[in-house]
């Protein structure tokens, strides 16, 4: 692999096993973390640092399960609605707790206000 070094006034070219050389009379050595962010797709780096955070099925199941029993609804709408959870794919489970927390911010006064007193 090649890569490419630019500076104003010149242009350089290394093979990946020399990671040296110089530019104007100015030595330089590229780094690992260089090279990586020499990468198009941003690097290894941009995948790397990215913080992933998966609920699994059953727990969304539980989350929602435990507003439902939390509810004031009366006994038997709670059990037909925990029935229809239990029977939903994860798929179908994904947009229906997508769509129930669109609703819950879409209730709330001042989103913005909330969320800085949780994160403050």
């Not at 129930?100 to 709330?108: A, K, N, P, R």
Request: net charge positive.
């Amino acid at each position: 692999m090649a890569c490419v070094f630019r500076c104003p006034a010149k242009m350089r070219r290394c093979e990946d096993a020399k990671k040296t050389g110089t530019v104007d009379g100015v030595a330089f050595k590229i780094t690992p973390k260089g090279l990586d962010f020499l990468q198009d797709d941003g690097g290894l780096s941009a995948i790397l640092n990215v913080v992933t955070v998966r609920l699994e099925a059953e727990t969304l199941r539980e989350l929602v399960t435990a507003r439902i029993d939390a509810s004031s609804e009366p006994a038997a709408k709670k059990a037909e609605a925990k029935s229809l959870l239990r029977g939903l794919s994860e798929e179908a489970l994904k947009a229906v707790v997508a769509k129930l927390v669109e609703m819950g911010i879409g209730t709330l006064h001042d989103p913005a206000q909330h969320l800085l007193s949780l994160i403050k």
